[in-house]
């Protein structure tokens, strides 16, 4: 247990009103991962991480960080940084006033802030900026500020939140690939914030995806994408069709049941289930053809098209699968002529095999 | 915004009376002021006149009213309402900076009770503060239970700072909160997480980012602070007079007019000194406004 | 700084620290303690103001028996009310002008507006003796039968109260949507009928809250008042003020308290037209 920096104990945070922003949370992050916080808003994953920094603190249970209970320590006793989703680089003082900041008022030598804000405005490519007011800059460029300036401290954690949002979309790849680098770079355990999917399955080495205050799953971002433990977690990590099912045995790894509108299926499941579940299947998983499909074990059902976007590199199609039921299917336009083949209207074969398909119990 | 020229006739009769009452009610009684301060006792028939005035007899009151015994005046008026306006702030700045931290539903109560006494009458206000300090009044009767006093708690520079301070501290109150309430909080966040004390967040980040507010706030309640006469009038003893209280005496017991209209330019000059020093302030702080 | 937390607070939760709560009732005690006495002690029964000796209105009858004072609050509050009906209508005119045009040297006139509200009352008390004693107006009005003898001080309180009826009226001004207006004109209304069906309706709020402020700075001038009165032209608070200089005294605690009625539910009204979800946008 010794490499856990931060490890967070039955930790709640309950406001006077009777709100609950976190709920009896309990997790463990290793020195040196790239972890991240991700929900939609209001799951609480921006109080927990206040919390982490101090500027929050739980009204029960722990938080360790370097082995030691800080759940009540001040913020600025404790070795964590922020990088704030507004930045809040102060704007009465320079770049360099800014990131040496920290290091002032902790009583470092001026010589030894001198070099260490150099070295840490280099990392961040702004050492020709030093001189700079923050409104003089851009957002993307502030923002490194703001990271050269949570850096420069060596916290044992940075705390980022949601560190991309203000910044337009072309921007947002760069830092992404960046925080990345600067995170290999430095060794710093890295706790990231984030209602974007895509940022934590593309950034973090570990994913703790939030509800309603609780912790719904915590995986590796492929783990999170394909073995999605609720219906939750598989709904918000990319896009899934969810189908209703009805179980009707268990034998060994597989469940039978009998889902709605595709009749019955094996589907393999470890835990026990009761009499009702729920079939998980990605988009890109579903496949569709004109004639009917040949192979052993497919699950196979009629539909009618009911819409095809195109995107380039895909399309993403509506099936119709009668009962009321759509089905979402991503295609590959792999030729340059004819796209996705299909047309709204037309009637195909939609198929799949079992083994790609997800059971879920909760 | 459209243009005056397309609109002529609106134009004229929106502007006319508005104009017109301040071109004549106040611009032109000011000029008088103006050309009263250069003026003198008029000289008929050898003898200093009473009711009569001279046009223009030189900067002789000008003069006069730099002599050391005004120039003595002025000058405390200015540090009287100096440090009426450090105890204003010293008290107003916890009270903003309370207030916008602040439960949302307390908040609008809050600053209605700092407000409401500014909206009672000036006169009214400093009548109950006689009321309280005076050697009879409340204060006196509570240190005699403990067998204390009484002490003469008025009509003194104290009393008179304490009166100011006590009239004028909303004006101090509302620019301040309007300015911590627009401060972003993570900056204070951001600087207690990477190691400020609370303290020292308050000295590097709070005050250099409030300082807008401060400044108009120190203005708005210097300036009035300078030019008051109710408060040392009633508050103050016979040390206690400002330059308001010159002014009234030239108009009203000594009959000098001239002294008196140049002693209001000196007013009105310091007043738009004041002002002044906001402006240079102000702009040179405009990055840091948030 | 505090060592430690405490659960559930964080370091910005300022609003539950003991000492800034400990502060704010310093503070605001201070503020009310002498209005409060002042309020209470009207109902007192003893002379001299000093102890409480029991409950009583009498104070109240016996100012409303004083016919000096009765005549001060009568000119007081005539005064307040002419005044602000001018100061209203000029007031929102200006306004109207600055909000809707733009022409040359706008920001000196509209620095030349601020005059009256920076300068200090007794200069511009001083300046309004003079000119009315040497336009032969302080003698001329005072020798009108009432009401028009209060004529001087009302053309006072209307010079440095329709500025800040400007003030409050452009500030309304500013948050009406231009297309109001085009819908009205598209659907045929004139300019004047669109200015009385559109502007003036989104006006009223600003209006009626710069109308009350005028009113209450007319009733609490002192110092323009003290150099424009004559003396049959007294007004309360200087009336009050040649009562307090001679001293305390019950009875002016029971017309304070009218006055203060009055100003606080005059403010409290202005005050709750002017909140932003009564603004309408």
New interface residues.
Partial sequence: MSEQIVSIRNVS????GGVTAVDDVSLDIAQNEFFALLGPSGCGKTTLL?MI????????GQIMIGGQDM???????RP???V???Y?V???MTVEQNVG??LK??GVEASEIKRRTAEALEMVKLSHLAAR?P?QMSGGQRQRVALA??LV?RPKVLLLDEPLSALDAKLRDGMRLELTRLQETVGITFIIVTHDQDEALSMASRIAVMDKGAIQQIATPSELYEQPRTRFVADFIGKVNLIDAAVLGQKGGKVSCLAQGLGNMEVGCEKSTGDKATIAIRPEKLKISVSEPKGAGLVKTKGTIRDVAYYGDTSHIVADIGEGLDLSINVQNNSRTGGSGVERGQKVWVHFDPADALLLTE | MDNWKDYKKVFWILAAPGTFWLLLFFVIPLAFLFIMSFGGKAIVNGEVSITDYAYFTGFENYLRSVEPLYLQIMWKSIWISALATILCLVTAYPIAFGICFAPARWKPILLLLVVLPFWINLLIRTYALIAVFRTQGYVNLTLSVVGLGPYEMLYNDFAVIFGLVYVYMPFMVLPLYATIERL?K??L?????????QF?TFK??TI??TMPGIITGVILVFIPCLGSFLTPALLGGANAIMIGNVIERQFKAANDWPFGAAISFMLMFATFAALMIRAFVAKRSA??D? | ????????????DYASRLWLKILFGVIYVMLYIPIITLIAFSFNTDKRGVVWRGFTLDNYVKAWNNDALIEAMTNSLMIAFIATIFATVIGAMVALMLWRFKFPFKGSYEAFMGLPIVIPEICMGVALLLFFNFSGMMTAVIAMPWPLNLANIIIAHIAFCFPFVTVVVRSRLVGFNRQLEEASKDLGATEWQTFWNVIVPFMMPGLIAGALLAFTLSLDDFVITFFTSGPETVTFPVKVYSLVRRGVSPEINAASTVLIAITVVATIIAMKLQAPEKSGH
């Fill in positions: 945070r309950r406001y006077p206040r920094s101090g500027l929050d603190t739980p009204t029960e759940a009540l320590t001040p913020p600025n006793l964590t940084n922020m704030f989703q507004s809040a102060f704007p009465h900041y920290g008022v902790t007011k409104d300036r949570a401290k | 972003d993570s900056f966040e951001a600087s207690l997480d990477l190691g400020a004390t020292t590097n980040v250099p980012l990055g840091v948030v | 700084m505090v060592a430690t937390l405490k659960p559930g607070q964080g370091p910005l």
